[in-house]
């Protein structure tokens, strides 16, 4: 499978992450692919890193 992404820092918070879930499926859809399923969330920095170092991404399974 191919999936889209898009990054973004801080802590993982709802009203973020479904701020870049809008601005990653918009390009999805602007690049021509179709996502398939719901977009996810990976974090991956143990819960002591400062936010501001914290790296996250908002993915989807595309075709």
């Known amino acids: ?3 889209a992404a898009i990054s973004y820092s801080g802590n ?3 009203e973020k992450y479904n701020t870049k879930i809008k601005e990653l499926l918009d390009i999805v859809t602007m ?3 179709q996502p398939i399923g719901e977009p996810f969330s990976a974090g991956y920095d143990p819960p ?14 595309v075709e």
């Open 1 to 3: 499978y191919r999936a």
């Open 12 to 14: 993982l918070r709802e």
């Open 31 to 33: 690049k021509g692919l």
């Open 48 to 61: 002591w890193t400062l936010p501001f170092l914290k790296r996250n991404e908002v993915l989807v399974i």
